[in-house]
């Protein structure tokens, strides 16, 4: 793969993709942009809020002009995204998309026993309820795997372990 061209992370919400995100950077001296933290500092609102203030719609838009901006400005970054922006149109003109894949209850059990578990679930609008969530991820198993160029498993794997796995595909490809 080109070395300037963008690495996007997309995946189910707590799979890892910020940690493995930040692990990568590290590894492949790129730089990290996360696309809920991009949204947060240039709205000065944190998720939650803005899914409380705005609806889930507006959130939805700006994730779509996010989109758009990353494919025409950036370049050579490893781009971690929130589970949802699979939906943007042209994601991958952004970049390279490897989809971090975990079964629905593997991903839960883990979040539950990580640190600052309590955090992770509340700051996150669409895990409050864990059916509907269960059902989300249903509805967005085959969307991750039609839109990635590369699926990695991350179940029972370090970050370190999946940095390393990805920087071994992509030296290949
Ligand atoms: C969402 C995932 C979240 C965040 C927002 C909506 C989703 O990001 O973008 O709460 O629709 O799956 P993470 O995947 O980092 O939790």
Do not use: W
């Amino acid at each position: 793969m080109k070395s300037s061209e963008n690495i996007v992370l997309i995946g189910f919400m707590g799979v890892g993709k910020g940690t493995v995100a930040r692990e990568l950077s590290v590894n492949l001296e790129k730089f990290n942009l996360d696309c809920d933290d991009l949204i947060e500092s240039s709205l000065n609102l944190k998720i939650k809020d803005i899914f409380e203030t705005m609806g889930e719609a507006h959130f939805r838009a700006i994730e779509k002009n996010l989109a758009k901006f990353l494919a025409k400005n950036v370049k050579n970054a490893i781009i971690s995204t929130g589970g949802g922006f699979v939906n943007v149109k042209g994601l991958n003109k952004i970049g390279r998309v490897i989809y971090l894949k975990a079964g629905f209850d593997f991903i839960i059990e883990r979040l539950k026993n990580s640190e600052n578990s309590e955090k992770k679930f509340a700051k996150r609008p669409l895990l409050q309820d864990l059916e509907k969530a269960r059902e989300l991820y249903k509805s967005r198993e085959k969307i991750y795997e039609k839109k990635a160029d590369i699926i990695v498993n991350v179940e029972n794997k370090t970050p370190k372990q999946i940095a390393k796995e990805i920087k071994k595909i992509i030296s290949k490809s």
